[in-house]
């Protein structure tokens, strides 16, 4: 069965510097979220988008945005990293119906050097 | 307080024993519930979702469900080495998920 595609797998950038991680959802499935994972920590909700609009905000920094194409793939796309932005990124996508689960991709590892 | 506690662990248990894990929620209008399991270095995986008081089974696993208590645990039967993880415990309150802290398993051989 196809999953949630993420790239890249892993990322390493100096502080200030951009980053853009992209998350590509299981076909048919409506709706992505980010989450960022520090080290030890439990995964933490930044944002969500429903057919293209955002549906919901969590703990994301101001220099953070995201959005969702027409094709339903999501970029996250971070700006004047910190040495604090290290972290693991997950994507999760959920179908229409149901309860929503919601399926976690691979994610991205972002190192700030 | 968090919105959802679990009990870190870790928690160890022998080869072939059931290993229980325990999430209480603080919010009472949570309606779905879901337990991850998660790997060092990987994503969570969905292994069990649960909606309605009482026990739903599956395989190996067990999740119950009791809102009036705001508990949900999950049972593992004839645990295995490889299920050495992190499991999250995680609500769903209108979309976005709150996770717990997890709770490490170590299933000694």
């Known amino acids: 069965a196809a999953g949630v595609i993420q790239s890249p797998r892993h990322l390493i950038k100096e502080k200030r510097e951009t980053a853009t991680l992209k998350c590509y959802p299981i076909?048919?499935?409506?709706?992505v979220y980010w989450y960022q994972q520090g080290p030890g920590q439990d995964p933490q909700f930044l944002i969500s988008?429903?057919?293209?609009?955002?549906?919901d905000k969590g703990s994301i920094p101001d220099r953070f945005s995201a959005q969702q194409f027409s094709d339903y793939h999501s970029e996250l796309n971070m700006s004047s990293l910190e040495l604090g932005d290290s972290a693991l990124y997950f994507c999760a996508s959920s179908p229409r119906t149901g309860l929503r689960e919601q399926f976690f991709g691979p994610g991205t590892r972002l190192t700030v050097l | 307080q968090k919105e959802v506690e679990q009990n870190s662990g870790p928690l160890s248990v022998p080869e072939g024993a059931i290993a229980s894990l325990n999430c209480t929620y603080s919010d009472r209008g949570s309606q779905s519930f879901f337990w991850y399991r998660q790997y060092s270095g990987k994503s969570p995986e969905l292994i069990m979702f649960?909606?309605?008081?009482g026990d739903k089974e599956d395989g190996r696993f067990t999740a119950q469900l009791n809102k009036a208590s705001q508990y949900v645990s999950l049972l593992i039967r004839d645990s295995q080495p490889s299920d050495s993880a992190t499991y999250l415990c995680a609500v769903n309150p209108g979309g976005k998920l709150i996770f717990g802290q997890g709770t490490e398993l170590s299933v000694k051989p």
């Open positions: 649960i909606y309605s008081n």
């Open positions: 988008f429903y057919e293209k609009m955002q549906s």
């Open positions: 076909p048919r499935h409506d709706t």
